[in-house]
Every structure is written in structure tokens, then in C-alpha cells.
Nanobody, 119 residues
Framework: QVQLVESGGGLVQPGHSLRLSCAASGGIFNINVMGWYRQTPGKERDLVADMTNGGRTTIVDSVKGRFTISRDNAKNTVYLQMNGLQPEDTAVYYC?????????????WGQGTQVTVSS
């Protein structure tokens, strides 16, 4: 039912920028969180940034000041602007939607988009 489609990944040189987009469709609850996680082989999938429907944000220290998360609620789309990319940012980036209601929460994932930072 819920579908998350990421786009915008690719290969860039260190210091360059990318903008990731994630468009959500299906059952999106009034109270929700959309965000971005990343994962490299053999590592856990870690939060990068997320934002509630009301605009409250969380950004991890490792990317704060370089990455910015934004949402267009009318389009059910979340973005991740990634500036000053470095090789350690190389990962598969996954979009996440967390639907929340009085009964609890349900999490959904996109298929992921590869970001590679290399000279």
C-alpha cells in the first residue's frame, strides 16, 4: 500500500553536492515522520536526518552543517540536500516513513539509492 520511491543518487567528487528526493504514496497518517537513513556493507542502517509532518527535525552530528532535510507535505515528498560530500558519506540511502496513531507506529522503507563520493 505505502510506496516510497527515492531518486537523486549518483557518483560525485568530494566537495560536490547531491539532492535526494523521496516521494511517498498510499496511506500516510496525519502524524508521521519522514527521513533518511544510510547503510554500508557490514554496517547497521543509521539515521541521517528526519522531519515530522510539523517540521521538527533531527540531524545527526556527522552531517550537521552539510546536510539539510526538507519536506513538501502537499507532495508527500522529503528531500535531503547533501553539500560538501566526502568519501565517508558513500552509502545506500534509504527513505523512511513512520506512521503514528493511538495504536502505535508502523515503519516503511524505500528501495534505496546509491551515493558514491570518489575522486
Amino acid at each position: 500500500q505505502v510506496q516510497l520511491v527515492e531518486s537523486g543518487g549518483g557518483l560525485v567528487q568530494p566537495g560536490h553536492s547531491l539532492r535526494l528526493s523521496c516521494a511517498a504514496s498510499g496511506g500516510i497518517f496525519n502524524i508521521n515522520v519522514m527521513g533518511w537513513y544510510r547503510q554500508t556493507p557490514g554496517k547497521e542502517r543509521d539515521l541521517v536526518a528526519d522531519m515530522t509532518n510539523g517540521g521538527r527535525t533531527t540531524i545527526v552530528d556527522s552531517v550537521k552543517g552539510r546536510f539539510t532535510i526538507s519536506r513538501d507535505n502537499a507532495k508527500n515528498t522529503v528531500y535531503l540536500q547533501m553539500n560538501g560530500l566526502q568519501p565517508e558519506d558513500t552509502a545506500v540511502y534509504y527513505c523512511n516513513l513512520l506512521n503514528i496513531d493511538s495504536k502505535g507506529s508502523v515503519s516503511y522503507w524505500g528501495q534505496g539509492t546509491q551515493v558514491t563520493v570518489s575522486s
